[in-house]
């Protein structure tokens, strides 16, 4: 019996092909090809600016330290994420401040935002979680009226759409708050083994962001090369290593191109999932607003309360069958990290969404017969007791 894996990245010849490229040029450090996958980036979600870096994690950190976000500030997120998400806000100093989210999205819930604005917020990190887009037609304006910072933690979106206008249609990533922020796991729907990009729309901080990228080195080492003359760097703040390298940008473009058709192939297979799963009497499924689109980076199952099975049972029964699952999103605040950071709010919806769904297998390149594989596998377990 085959295992059947939750998630597999789409890598072949014309990756290995452009790795290959990126060596033989002699050049493997962040260079032209990592130029050439931003400004490909930027034309893919329309963004006007992209800065590519080393992780999902560093474009957050990137994006929230080019707000000047630090301590005294507070950020209104959600726990219900990877920790990569409340870590990034810890990292500036600033302090997250932890809303619940919307059951049938796992988004931020944007009745729940405004409650949590003191004198001391700054900005709202909302995570398009797991491919669904958050509610920014409900989070901008409210942003806007209190005067703060939108960060899209899109970094499980690429190839997620929004409807902002009825009838239009738009990328998530333009960005639609000030930044947005991607990560290339190979979780995700485009891969560079790790890695990430910030889009946004402001010159200044876009500019402030690549150089923090590289120690805020004032000049880089390719800017050195091409001057001509002996010319020195300078270091007006502090920054990070956030680098990607040339290798990694070389395959993001190839990937890149592969985009359309796995956003195709993965809603093909969540069409599948849906039809299958849906009226199940133990499963509620995640459900996309009239308004979003997602990339199905993920689909997960919700195991109702009256399900008699609980979600490590389920989880080790599939295995048992050859079949890998995942828990449902995590929550930062109930881990060991972030017990200093007390909590303002009761978070049910978060903490029942991590206790009782499960991320069922999907991937471009899953058979049918293996999702069927899934489906009756799932059925059986729950119909079991
Ligand atoms: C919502 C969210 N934010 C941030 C990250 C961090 O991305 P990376 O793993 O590339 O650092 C992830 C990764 O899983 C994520 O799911």
């Not at 190839?159 to 639609?176: C, D, Q, V, Y």
């Not at 007006?236 to 990937?255: C, K, W």
């Not at 899953?366 to 999702?371: E, L, V, W």
Request: hydrophobic share 40%; aromatic share 6%; proline share 6%.
């Amino acid at each position: 019996m085959t295992q059947i894996q939750v998630a597999r990245p789409t890598l072949g010849e014309e990756e290995a092909a452009a790795a290959r490229r990126a060596i033989l040029s002699g050049w493997v450090v962040q260079g032209p090809e990592v130029a050439a996958f931003e400004k490909e980036f930027a034309a893919m979600v329309a963004a006007p600016l992209a800065v590519a870096c080393s992780s999902g994690t560093a474009a957050l950190h990137l994006a929230l330290a080019a707000l000047d976000l630090g301590p005294g500030d507070e950020v209104i997120t959600v726990s219900h994420s990877f920790i990569a998400t409340a870590n990034a806000v810890r990292y500036t100093g600033a302090t997250p401040v932890f809303v619940d989210v919307e059951y049938a999205t796992g988004n931020i819930n944007p009745d729940l935002i405004e409650a949590a604005v003191t004198p001391r917020t700054r900005a709202i990190l909302a995570p398009h979680q797991l491919g669904i887009p958050c509610d920014l037609n409900r989070i901008l304006p409210l942003a806007e009226k209190r005067n703060l910072k939108v960060v899209e933690d899109a970094a499980c979106a690429i190839g997620s759409e929004i409807s902002l206008k009825a009838g239009e249609w738009e990328h998530i990533g333009r960005p639609r708050g000030d930044l947005a922020t991607f990560s290339f796991h190979p979780r995700k729907v485009i891969t560079t083994g790790d890695g990430g990009m910030v889009t946004g729309r402001d010159p200044e901080i876009m500019a402030r962001i690549a150089r923090l990228r590289t120690h805020s080195m004032s000049l880089s080492t390719a800017e050195r090369e091409i001057a001509g003359g002996i010319v020195f760097e300078k270091y007006p703040e502090v920054g990070f290593n956030y680098r990607l390298s040339d290798i990694q940008g070389a395959v993001g473009r190839e990937q890149l191109k592969r985009l359309p058709g796995l956003i195709t192939e993965r809603r093909r297979l969540a069409d599948r999932y849906r039809q299958a799963l849906a009226g199940h009497p133990h499963l509620d499924l995640p459900r996309e607003p009239s308004w979003a689109r997602s990339n199905w980076q993920s689909f997960w199952v919700i195991l109702k309360e009256e399900c008699p099975r609980g979600q490590k049972e389920v989880m080790q029964t599939l295995l048992e069958r050859g079949i890998r699952t995942v828990r449902g999103v995590m929550c930062a605040h109930r881990e060991e990290a972030y017990l200093g950071t007390p909590l303002r709010f009761p978070l049910p919806v978060s903490e029942r969404l991590q206790d009782r769904s499960v991320i069922i297998p999907l991937y471009p390149g899953m058979s049918d017969g293996d999702q069927d594989r899934v489906i009756a596998a799932l059925g059986e377990v729950l119909e079991s007791k």
